[in-house]
């Protein structure tokens, strides 16, 4: 259950990718899943990129107090707000390049096989 959290990312970024034509260079991530070692390692695998985890994991509180200092005058500017992001760790890809694209393949055949697996009722 893990792993298909990374997979589906891998998908969703294969899709910015070619939509934008812009490669992701790393991947900073937050929430509960960053505590999870094994997610995180497999997450930089199966993106080839490093990921990177910040001190404070739940971003979307600390977002909301940013844009309300930022809007009260706590700070002048984003950069300030910038600046006070800090990394706790950094994964980097470990896997092999023929390992990462044998478990990718594995992903795509069962996304293939899960495909027309709920029918609608005959009522």
């Known amino acids: 259950a893990l792993e298909s959290t990374a997979y589906q990312t891998k998908d969703v970024f294969d899709a910015i990718n070619a939509d934008s034509n812009v490669p992701l260079r790393e991947l900073r991530v937050d929430g509960g899943g960053t505590a999870n070692k094994?997610?995180?390692?497999?997450?930089?695998?199966?993106?080839?990129?490093?990921?990177?985890?910040?001190?404070?994991?739940?971003?979307?509180?600390?977002?909301?107090?940013?844009?309300?200092?930022?809007?009260?005058?706590?700070?002048?500017?984003?950069?300030?707000?910038?600046?006070?992001?800090?990394?706790?760790?950094?994964?980097?890809?470990?896997m092999t390049e023929e390992d990462r694209k044998k478990n990718l393949s594995g992903w795509k055949r069962a996304v293939g096989?899960?495909?027309?697996?709920?029918q609608e009722d005959e009522d």
Request: charged fraction near 20%.
């Open 38 to 94: 094994l997610l995180m390692q497999f997450q930089t695998d199966m993106l080839g990129v490093p990921v990177v985890k910040p001190i404070v994991k739940e971003t979307t509180g600390l977002g909301a107090a940013f844009a309300a200092g930022l809007a009260v005058g706590v700070w002048k500017d984003l950069s300030e707000i910038k600046a006070l992001w800090q990394e706790e760790e950094r994964f980097l890809p470990a």
């Open 113 to 118: 096989k899960s495909m027309g697996w709920v």
